[in-house]
């Protein structure tokens, strides 16, 4: 007899690339989930409404969202997300504020602590540049490093049960942090921490060396720690009854972890540059200009604290002086260094709390105390000189904006409530139930429920962004992954980068840089719903802080020519609603000088128009013609599943190009306009005060354009076009010059990056190019077409007009053809 | 007139032209023909009078909206090779 298909739903799927070998609580959960499922087949021939067989499904519910929010809520290297920090914190701050109550008053340094510990792995760019998945395997196998030693430095007095005594998180980009839940030795601790620093070049213990495989040196691992205790002997007294103490605590302590870790970070960097001057001038000064320089550039001018140094430390010829001034008087230039990086992260601790000058002074303070006791050596803020900015307009009315609803604003926030009401309701129902005295087997079965209610709702939050209740970045790959399975289908990724998030989070205050990304989200939300139909199927995506991404996804029945003018239409929708939402009002905590402001958006596209045009581009640019060793090239699901992989990844990297090349351009068109608008008040009488103002815009708008425009060479062009407008020519004529300089200039960058993948990296700029000429011809076409459309004067008229366009677009046609052959050059 | 200039601006949103750039050349065309209305967004299109229509659509009608990415590329692409 066929097995009868089942009618239970499968276990949850982990799809998650886990690189971590070591997963054995995933492994566990994912028996439960089995076993439950079992269960529950064997009980499908039972009635419905059988308890036994509720109970099996209930049992079957709730392991399988074990296992997916379990799967949720690790990243791929197998630690803990970090969302989850804070809450756990909190949670861990206020079990040990509830049992010890009033801490004692500081007896000098305690026996037994709860440490936590950050661990920093330096040089992620670097890394990367090696293999797009270098990092990611580097990071990979420091988590296995830290969990080994860690339990191995713990030794006898874990009982046997190490794993029981910490927990592992991912804590940012290039960090872990390791969160003791018992109470060890300090000077145990202590030693673990010694044990995971590392500096760059040095083996990471036993084993195959990963870096010495590639060619490359270990990247540097810093360790810093802070215990529960001292961060609980440090609470303002004032704070222990108001039941904030955890919040405050755990902000706190990150504070200070985080700050030490900055002062590291510095250190570490400037004695690789001292190494790396010493071994080759070149190489060091590839290695600051590429990696270092943005991380180091302004922190050596100070202008405040002792010893201030009042000549800029920026150029790498800069840098080098500085530190041979420094060696000049050896004895003192670590302390000096270290004085100045702690000196550096104190003043940058006033800078982000500016409206709160006590608590700054409190993590001052105490991270002031732990360098004693850690370096004997004193340390005090300094401010950087870096000048301030330029005066800013008086504050604008806030054209139309309306406050986003924080339950409502997208789909993902209205599942929230919605989950949050039902659970509200599961524990009224529980609650009821127990007032009534209803039966044992009945309380059982409501509060199983109850906990799915929970673990669902937690399920939703481990999936989404909580600020916007958008979903993160695995369900984007996911999405595009899943319509590469079907060759019919037009499959595009939309990149999106909201500009000058800085500013709003920064000089406006968490809560203003919130409600910026919360009405981004929001407009984002409603150009979705006004797209997703028709064929066409739109997903909304928060990658990371200001990066949003779409998949959209076409049916075959919708033609090529119709996917692509709705992605034009889309993406012009985008800028369109973001613009008039209206400007972003200053919430609490905002700075003065905090102005309302629009959202600006960067958006580039990148799409297959179907199957066809995806295995195309596949085989020009050979995507997937080398599969990682070990995978055989044999069309199996799991190459199929590389393939798509890859495929996805491409669309989102050529994608993400098109984005900073519009970026790029865009701005610099920006500068120029304004250029533009400033000759034109000049050429006006009496007109002092709009000069002034106008002048004061371009000040800055240069300011914060400095990256987006190439620095000094963007600033140069400037000037040369600056003379060009004043010779008559308008800013349109110069458009052609600004794509071709930013061209040039993501091809300098390009051609400066060290990466194994060059030619895939290549073709990416390429696509990127091409894409761009395709538009422009795609536009001159439909211009051609509406003018031979037109009446026959019209056309007489145009006749001229269009022989021009022709030529100008065979020119780009030719264009593309030559960077085609190009292109098959470099291939061979 | 009106529709057209909507038509248009939406024409250069799609090829990633911001908003604020749109914004920033029709105020500039205003200036230089005297006039003294100014958009603070998009969406003042609407409130904007005949004259200043006719004044942006022109503008953003420029020819060379219509060039070729670079101004010569055969040009461009053999001064490249040849030096």
């Known amino acids: ?828 | 007139m009106r529709a057209q200039l909507n038509r248009r601006i939406d024409e250069a949103l799609g090829h990633g032209m911001t908003p604020e750039l749109l914004v920033m050349r029709m105020n500039t065309a205003f200036m230089k023909a005297d006039i003294t209305e100014r958009l603070e967004s998009l969406q003042d299109v609407e409130s904007l009078s005949d004259v200043a229509v006719a004044v942006a659509m022109k503008r953003l009608s420029h020819k060379s909206y219509d060039r070729s990415p670079d101004l010569d590329p055969a040009a461009d692409l053999a001064a490249r090779r040849a030096s």
Request: aromatic share 6%; no cysteine.
């Open chain 1, 1 to 828: 007899m066929p097995p009868r298909e089942s009618e239970v739903p499968a276990v949850y799927q982990v799809e998650g690339r886990r690189l971590r070998p070591s997963m054995a609580q995933e492994s566990l959960l994912k028996r439960n989930a089995e076993s439950a499922r079992a269960t529950l087949e064997r009980s499908s021939d039972l009635p419905e409404d059988n308890p036994e067989r509720m109970k099996a499904a209930m049992d079957f519910e709730e392991a399988n969202l074990d296992l997916e929010t379990f799967d949720l809520t690790h990243d791929p290297t197998g630690a803990l997300k970090r969302e989850t920090i804070g809450t756990d914190l909190a949670e861990q701050l206020s079990e040990r504020i509830a049992v010890e109550g009033e801490p004692v008053p500081d007896v000098g340094a305690p026996e037994l602590i709860t440490p936590i510990l950050l661990v920093n792995m330096g040089e992620l760019d670097r890394l990367n540049k090696v293999s797009p998945d270098f990092g990611n395997e580097a990071l990979t196998r420091l988590a296995d490093v830290i969990s080994r030693k860690a339990e191995e430095g713990l030794g006898e007095v874990a009982q046997g049960k190490p794993k029981t005594f910490y927990k592992l998180y991912r804590a940012d980009n290039n960090s872990f942090m390791i969160r003791f839940t018992e109470k060890i030795p300090a000077d145990l601790a202590r030693s673990i921490q010694k044990s995971l620093s590392a500096p760059a070049g040095e083996r990471w213990g036993d084993g195959e060396d990963l870096f010495e495989d590639k060619g490359v040196d270990s990247p540097p691992v810093i360790a810093d720690m802070v215990s529960i205790e001292e961060t609980l002997a440090d609470l303002p007294p004032s704070l222990r009854t108001s039941g904030k103490a955890e919040t405050y605590a755990v902000g706190a302590l990150k504070d200070v972890l985080f700050t030490m870790q900055d002062a590291q970070k510095i250190v570490s960097r400037v004695d690789r540059m001292r190494h790396a001057i010493a071994a080759d001038e070149n190489k060091a000064r590839d290695l600051y200009d590429k990696f270092l320089k943005k991380s180091l550039v302004g922190v050596f001018t100070m202008e405040t604290g002792p010893q201030a140094i009042h000549t800029p430390v920026e150029t790498y010829e800069q840098f080098k002086d500085y530190l041979k001034s420094l060696d000049q008087q050896s004895a003192h230039a670590q302390a000096e260094i270290w004085e100045t990086a702690y000196g550096k992260v104190l003043g940058d601790l006033r800078l982000r709390y500016e409206g709160d000058a006590k608590y700054v002074k409190r993590i001052q303070n105490f991270v002031a105390e732990k360098v004693k006791e850690d370096r004997a050596i004193s340390i005090e803020e300094r401010r950087s000189s870096v000048p301030p900015g330029a005066e800013l307009p008086p504050d604008v009315p806030n054209g139309g904006f309306e406050e986003p609803s924080r339950d409502d604003a997208t789909e993902g926030l209205r599942a929230f409530a919605g989950l949050r009401t039902e659970l509200g309701l599961m524990q009224d129902n529980l609650e009821k139930a127990r007032a009534q005295g209803a039966s044992e087997q009945e309380i059982s079965r409501l509060e199983q429920a109850t906990r799915i209610a929970e673990k669902t709702l937690n399920r939703e939050y481990a999936s989404r962004d909580a600020t916007t209740g958008l979903e993160l970045r695995r369900p984007l790959f996911e999405r595009l992954e899943s319509a590469l399975k079907d060759p019919s289908k037009r499959v595009a990724n939309v990149s999106m980068d909201m500009g000058f998030l800085k500013y709003f989070d920064v000089v406006g205050g968490r809560e203003t840089g919130d409600l910026a990304i919360l009405k981004a989200a929001e407009t984002f939300q409603q150009v979705r719903d006004e797209f997703s139909k028709d064929g066409m199927e739109v997903s909304l995506h928060r990658l990371g802080g200001d990066e949003f991404g779409m998949t959209v996804v076409g049916e075959s029945t919708l033609s090529a020519k119709a996917f692509k003018r709705r992605l034009r239409d889309l993406q012009a929708e985008l800028l369109r609603k973001v613009e008039t939402a209206g400007r972003i009002p200053a919430k609490r905590g905002a700075k003065q000088g905090y102005y309302a402001t629009d959202i600006s958006l960067g958006v580039g596209i990148h799409f297959y128009e179907d199957g066809a045009a995806a295995l195309n581009e596949d085989k020009k640019y050979e995507l997937t013609t080398k599969p990682p060793e070990g995978m055989a090239v044999d069309e199996s699901p799991a190459h199929e599943s590389w393939r798509r992989n890859k495929r996805a990844e491409h669309l989102v990297k050529v994608a993400d190009k098109v984005m900073e090349f519009q970026k790029a351009s865009n701005r610099l068109k920006l500068m120029l306009e304004k250029i533009d608008q400033i000759e034109t008040i000049k050429q006006k009488p009496h007109a002092d005060e709009e000069l002034r103002r106008e002048e004061e815009h371009l000040k800055q708008l240069l300011r914060f354009s400095d990256k987006a425009i190439f620095g000094s060479k963007g600033r140069a062009q400037l000037d040369v076009w600056r003379e060009r407008l004043i010779a008559g020519e308008s800013p349109e004529d110069l458009d052609g010059d600004i794509h071709s300089f930013v061209w040039e200039r993501m091809d300098e960058t390009f051609q400066q990056e060290q990466s194994e993948r060059k030619d895939l990296e290549r073709h990416v700029e390429y696509a990127v190019r091409i894409e761009y000429l395709n538009g422009r011809i795609d536009e001159l076409q439909a211009k051609l077409e509406e003018a031979l459309g037109s009446t026959d004067a019209l056309k007489e008229r145009r006749e001229r007009e269009q022989q021009a366009l022709r030529g100008k677009l065979k020119s780009a046609e030719e264009d593309l053809e030559e960077l085609k052959s190009i292109r098959g050059q470099l291939a061979a």
